[in-house]
């Protein structure tokens, strides 16, 4: 949109701090919007690498730039930025992320033809990596669509209750008129925008533009990646006991506690038990300024571990609902898992019984067989003596048989002596006889 006089201007709030490798795209994505009359204020939060440097690199009247000497925060440099800001629209953008060339002139049109004096609005968001390429698959953009598809099911009033559906001050638009209403941003490490959100929302209906017009960055050293987890669940049971605390009683109360309850336990942020902590303060008149304390662990122990030891409850029983949903769902897997191992086990072991009492059957089979060639044994010893005794009794047999074999060859001797003795002397007679017929006859 060109820059007109009858164009209201907007102004863009860049907090920025050690992105030296994002913030040129970030200030290149304002300045080249198609809506012109704009202004970008940059504070560099005291970087300490070429942030600034970069930031100083760019020549055009609209951008207007300051420094910290020491670093203050997002909340701070955001709060400062608002006072300096002088367009009747607040837009912010934070260094590491992206504008849709288009982005302002959409939000403008929304806000001017919604009519209201108080507007809050963002946009579907666009996740990237560090070099600008799409991260649909991260952690960060599946539980987004996760909660974009909780927010559909709720009442827009209901919307930063199930989370925050706008995820990062990048992705705010707003009246000036409003924010002089809802005022500062919260001494909040994590949870500013949300809390300022969820503040904007009892003043007027937030807008919802269905296009991703904002480009997300998700990096390592994305604020939200800190694992500081005690000071999450304080700052966000503190951010959700503020915005119920207030919540207006109407005729449809009932149908707003249910909403409120329901987007509550779509919220993977709800902590029940902290949350009850910090209504219970709110109602004995704690003031705000020291719930804001116990959100930053001074003194070196939260609360929320001192009540557990104080109370000698695990700390577990703090978590959230979706970490104590998943860890029911975890014991419920287990105990099934375990009810069929034991179903398993149960139904091997009566496969043991069965093969116990067929190897006692085999055994006692073997113990059969054993006793049945020991008996075996012992008729082939028997077999094996009489077959011995017969042995012997053949030898002796055949050596009595040698015997008389050798006295019948003897005796047959002695026969055929006699024999041929015999004859001898029947020869003689015979001759003699002979003899005694020739000398009868004269012969």
Known sequence: MPNTNTSPLVSVLMPAYNHAPYVRAAVESVLGQTYGNLELIAIDDASSDATWGVLQSFEDERLHLSRHDTNQGAHATLNEAMGLARGEFI????????????????????????????????????????????????????????????CDALTRDAWFL?????????????????????????????????????????????????????????????????????????????????????????????????????ALLKNESFHPLPLLFYLLHRLAGVPNSRMEELTSGQGGTWLMRKLAETSACPEGIFHSVRQLAERE?????????????????????????ERDEAIEAQGQLLVDRWNAIEQMNGMIEERDRCIAAQDAMIQERWHTMQEMSRVIVERQEEIMDLRSDRLVKLALCVRKAMRWLRSDRGL
């Open 91 to 150: 837009a912010i953008i934070n260094s590491d992320d992206v504008f849709a060339a288009n982005r302002i002139d959409r939000l403008l049109a929304e806000a001017v033809a919604s009519g209201e004096r108080d507007v809050f609005a963002f946009t579907d968001v666009d996740f990237i990596g560090p070099a600008g390429e799409p991260a649909n698959e991260h952690s960060r953009a599946i539980a987004y669509r996760d909660l974009r598809a909780a």
């Open 162 to 262: 199930a989370g925050n559906p706008a995820i990062t001050t990048s992705n705010f638009f707003f009246s000036r008129a409003l924010a002089n209403e809802v005022g500062d941003f919260a001494p909040l490490r994590y949870t500013h925008d949300w809390d300022w959100a969820l503040r904007a929302q009892k003043r007027t209906s937030p807008i919802w533009i269905r296009e991703g017009l904002l480009g997300y960055r998700v990096h390592a050293a994305n604020t939200l990646s800190e694992d500081d987890v005690w000071r999450h669940i304080h700052e966000n049971s503190h951010v959700q006991a503020r915005a119920l605390s207030t919540l207006p009683i109407e005729s449809g109360a009932e149908f707003a506690a249910f909403q409120t309850c329901l």
């Open 329 to 353: 769902q975890t014991i419920a897997s287990q105990a099934a898992l375990l009810q069929e191992r034991w179903s398993a086990i149960h139904d091997m072991n009566g496969v043991i019984i």
